[in-house]
């Protein structure tokens, strides 16, 4: 095959390598506009992990490189603001680092003696005569790719310039850990991200924020300038050595914001995107390097499968490639991503105490979780556990206790734990009564250890109810049904229960789920009211827009049903204001067109359902709590609420007299686009804990022990709300407390035989583990 790579950096070279290391036949040609000796970054990060890559794919380039890596186990926090001076250190991540030069030197000799042809100073035009020269065009010139730009349509390609400002810079001081600084300066935070790459030199990248970055007039300086006052900022930690630039090419400031590539396409006709030019991961996590050369073993290895060499079958190949290369991009990508806003929501955690901070600061991609960093610190992580033990319980703590298991106060209530079970909806009442079958769902859950349950989304009248089977809570006889199930809730130590109650608006009057979600009844539909006549959905009824006298007589029977939960023994009551139910629905602009005081801006859209909280908070004692479910998003960009004004929802309702804002997202129109993954709501949830200092609720897609953990120590949230994982094992929260091994005090007396034998069973279970 005959092969241009275009682009002689990590990607192109490694590419080139990899191919004639499957087929020396090849005839590989690597195009360079720069000089061999030109490089115009610092230091490369890589993990041991990657290194092991790269000597299964090619033993020889990796033993050089190998030979002259710089390698560090501890990460070094230092946060400097006025008299306050910290520094907090933690082992055991196992981090390499090889200067860039010398990397590309190492790549240049290894390809050389293999054959690759390599042509330096010499500027590709990506015009059709040179395509048509080769077999595949490898375009591995980097974030600014030429090849790119020419065929961006094809390669749908979608550029996210990022927020922050950030220089590559060098030093001669030595490190002995990756540090990271943080210093309150007279112009804002800055900070920087330092690690050695050889005996002699570290990278030293300076970041901040743009109002920093514009106080600072960084913009105005030469680079020789912007050096010397990083030197003045950061003088306590260069011991003396100067901070260097190597981007004198550049004219004026080497200052930048990160452009996050994504590309939906990676390939036209016989063009492959590599690397930076097909998709970018932010150098907070230190993987643009490692995402191309494992681009390259991907690429070079599905190249050289029998059948592939041009036309249809080339094709062929470049489709396989991305299908089966494209899951890993995108993980790196996403946790690039949360690292990168984090950085730029730097102000939401510099509050807290520095071993949270420092916690939060490693965990930020959710590539590193609770007991991923128990492995590497143990000692650690202890003492991060008995410093939250401590705050939690209000005394020292004589020994660590996982964060799922710390109590939590709201009010006059505390939850012996912050597992909570998540509202789900069982449509299984009938009119409006819970029966046997919720005593027993309800009931096992409290007897499975969750610190606290909430109820389904229980209506407050028949025509609120979003199907025949929900439950209700609008008469006495209901009020009585409910009254079993929390005695017996309580009859567990320490369970509590929360009623969630909520009016289904435009999504009412529709069949059970398992026969038809969203669809209409066949008949007996009754109808619908909505803060404007839109209706859900083609398929639904468009409700009647409520006039005032309506909204007065909804708002009177939430009040009339915190009135029975209170009759009915309930700890807590949430109301329900996401998800497309009626209350959700007059706050997003997505379902409320209204133009009179309850339409237009977020602050005339909240004006009802703060009315009704309002109501039924001065209806509910005062020492119990009550929570308010929203969607922090619509997933529908800015036409819907965003997560910015869920701030000020959440602010509203606290000032309201709301305890904790239980962070949901979406379900509020049929349009969404939501970007689900694994804890996919706690970022929100997040936002609002750590802009307003309020109490959150995190929930979506949080189904490992390990999720829980890292979401309370890194004050993401103060509870985790689980869902599923209960529906089908209602003893979730016990087998968590087994596999952390702890005690009983959760497990009702007679189970404690079986949960002494759980104990056992998942002690052995990790110690087969630990031996495999």
């Not at 260097?244 to 995107?273: D, K, Y």
């Not at 329900?576 to 629905?585: D, I």
Request: glycine share 8%.
């Amino acid at each position: 095959m005959k092969v241009a790579c275009v682009g002689g950096g990590p990607a192109g070279l490694y590419f080139a390598i990899s191919m004639m290391l499957r087929d020396a036949s090849h005839d590989i040609t690597v195009f360079e506009r720069n000089r061999p000796g030109d490089t115009f970054g610092w230091g490369v990060v890589f993990s041991d992990q990657t290194m092991e890559h790269l000597q299964a794919n090619d033993p020889v380039s990796a033993q050089s490189m190998i030979d002259e890596l710089a390698h560090w186990d501890d990460i070094e926090v230092h946060i400097e603001d006025g008299d306050r001076n910290v520094t907090n250190r933690s082992g055991g991540h196992g981090f390499i680092g090889i200067g860039r030069k010398r990397l590309l030197n190492i790549l240049q000799d290894r390809a050389r003696e293999i054959g690759v042809k390599l042509a330096f100073e010499v500027e590709i035009e990506p015009d059709r005569d040179f395509l048509a020269d080769y077999d595949l065009v490898i375009a591995a010139d980097g974030l600014n790719s030429k090849l790119r730009k020419r065929y961006e349509p094809e390669f749908q390609v979608d550029i996210d310039v990022k927020r922050n400002k950030f220089v590559w810079l060098g030093t001669h001081q030595r490190f002995d850990a990756f540090n990271f600084i943080f210093k309150n300066t007279r112009f804002g935070w800055i900070w920087a991200h330092a690690y050695q790459f050889d005996k002699d030199t570290a990278t030293f990248i300076v970041e901040c924020a743009p109002e920093t970055f514009e106080r600072a007039g960084f913009a105005q300086m030469t680079q020789e300038q912007s050096c010397r006052l990083c030197e003045e900022i950061f003088a306590d930690y260069l011991g003396g050595h100067a901070l260097m630039t190597n981007a004198q090419h550049i004219r004026g400031s080497a200052w930048i914001s990160f452009p996050r590539i994504i590309c939906r396409q990676w390939s036209h006709e016989n063009i492959v995107l590599l690397g930076d030019a097909a998709h970018t991961a932010h150098f907070s996590i230190g993987s643009g390097t490692k995402l191309a050369l494992e681009d390259a073993i991907k690429l070079a290895e599905v190249m050289n499968r029998p059948g592939i060499s041009r036309g249809d079958a080339l094709r062929q190949g470049l489709h396989e490639y991305q299908e089966e290369r494209q899951l890993e991009v995108v993980k790196l990508q996403n946790a690039a991503r949360n690292s990168t806003e984090w950085f730029e929501h730097l102000g939401r955690y510099l509050k807290m105490d520095p071993m949270q901070f420092t916690y939060t600061l490693l965990t930020r991609s959710q590539r590193v979780s609770h007991e991923n960093l128990r492995l590497r610190d143990p000692a650690w992580l202890a003492e991060l556990e008995r410093s939250l033990a401590a705050k939690a319980l209000g005394e020292a703590a004589d020994k660590p206790l996982p964060p799922m298991f710390l109590p939590f106060r709201l009010r006059g209530m505390t939850l012996r734990n912050r597992v909570v079970m998540s509202p789900m909806a069982m449509y299984s009442a009938v009119n409006g009564v819970p029966d046997d079958f919720h005593l027993v769902h309800y009931g096992a859950r409290a007897l499975g250890g969750a610190g606290l349950i909430v109820t389904e989304m229980t209506c407050v009248s028949p025509e609120g109810r979003i199907t025949p089977g929900c439950t209700g809570l609008w008469n006495e006889e209901q009020a009585k049904a409910w009254r079993r199930i929390t005695d017996f809730v309580h009859r567990t130590p320490d369970a509590r229960i929360c009623m969630q109650l909520g009016h289904s608006g435009s999504k009412g009057s529709t069949r059970v789920a398992w026969e038809g979600i969203d669809q209409p009844l066949p008949e007996g539909n009754w109808p619908l009211v909505a803060p404007s006549d839109v209706a859900w959905s083609k398929d639904n009824q468009t409700p009647v827009a409520l006039d005032r006298t309506g909204m007065e007589a909804i708002r009177d029977q939430f009040v009339q049903s915190v009135r029975y939960a209170e009759q009915a023994g309930f700890d807590m009551v949430e109301l329900h204001c996401g998800h497309g139910y009626l209350l959700s629905g007059f706050i997003s602009p997505i379902q409320n067109k209204r133009t009179d005081e309850y339409g237009g801006s977020l602050e005339n859209r909240l004006r009802y359902p703060l009315e009704i909280f309002r109501a039924m908070r001065a209806a509910w004692p005062e020492d119990k709590p009550m929570s308010v479910r929203i969607s922090a998003t619509d997933w529908m960009g800015d036409a819907g609420v965003t997560p910015e004004e869920a701030v000020e929802i959440a602010r509203a309702f606290t000032a309201a007299g709301a305890d904790l804002i239980d962070v949901s997202a979406g379900q509020v129109s049929k349009d969404q686009k939501p970007v689900y993954g694994r804890m996919f709501q706690t970022p929100f949830s997040d936002q609002i804990r750590n802009e307003l200092g309020v109490a959150t609720m995190a929930v979506g897609n949080i189904f490992e022990v390990d999720h829980v953990n890292s979401i309370i120590a890194a004050g993401r949230a103060d509870l985790c709300a689980i869902g599923r994982p209960h529906q089908m094992n209602p003893n979730w929260t016990i087998e968590a407390a087994a596999e952390q091994q702890l005690g009983e005090q959760l497990v009702p007396p007679p189970y404690w035989t079986g949960y002494a034998q759980l104990k056992l069973n998942k002690l052995r279970a990790a110690q087969m583990a630990g031996q495999k």
